[in-house]
């Protein structure tokens, strides 16, 4: 009797086993579906904005899961400026239109600078310039119909460049808005 109930304890938990994996099976299917579900929005957005990539005005990078529109400074502001160009503009206008494709999302306007300082009374230093930046690009998105609650804007200044600051062309690197499309808590966990 004691080995009939040793075996039957055996059996009990081999049963709770095969439940748990059949659990995180489930759990696995979800999050894969989830995932192909991203990647496809992801390359849905990323297709609306081939003309712009492939012209150079905007280049669309996953970096850390998530997916980034970089928009080159020299497309959008002359230097030292937070005052948007008439190509800017019309980089912009087509951004909107593809981020009113999705409308459950968030999306963050950062703006970035290279190391140079500036110093003038209206930017008194990167911060205020890159923040301006991206303030501007926030207010163009909203006169285009993207909803104010799904953006933010932050500001860089030059304390995250994605090149060396050592030449002027890695310096061009460096000054930029970008656009992230910011992860869901489940796309996250």
Do not use: C
């Amino acid at each position: 009797l004691q080995r009939l109930l040793h075996e039957l304890a055996g059996e009990r938990r081999l049963g709770s086993l095969v439940d748990s994996s059949k659990a995180e099976t489930r759990a696995a299917i979800r999050a894969q579906r989830a995932a192909e579900a991203r990647a496809d929005t992801f390359r849905a957005l990323a297709l609306r904005l081939k003309r712009m990539v492939d012209a150079g005005s905007l280049s669309v990078q996953l970096r850390d899961g998530r997916m980034v529109l970089a928009l080159p400074n020299d497309v959008l502001f002359e230097s030292g400026s937070a005052a948007l160009s008439k190509p800017g503009r019309e980089v912009l206008v087509a951004v909107a239109d593809a981020l009113r494709t999705l409308p459950d999302r968030q999306f963050q306007v950062a703006g970035h600078t290279d190391d140079r300082p500036i110093q003038t009374a209206q930017y008194p230093s990167n911060w205020e310039l890159s923040s301006a930046r991206a303030l501007q690009v926030v207010r163009l998105l909203v006169g285009e119909g993207v909803p104010p609650g799904a953006l933010s804007a932050a500001a860089y200044g030059e304390f995250d460049p994605v090149a060396a600051n050592d030449t002027a062309p890695t310096r061009a690197k460096n000054r930029r808005v970008e656009i992230t499309v910011v992860p869901t808590i489940n796309e996250l966990v």
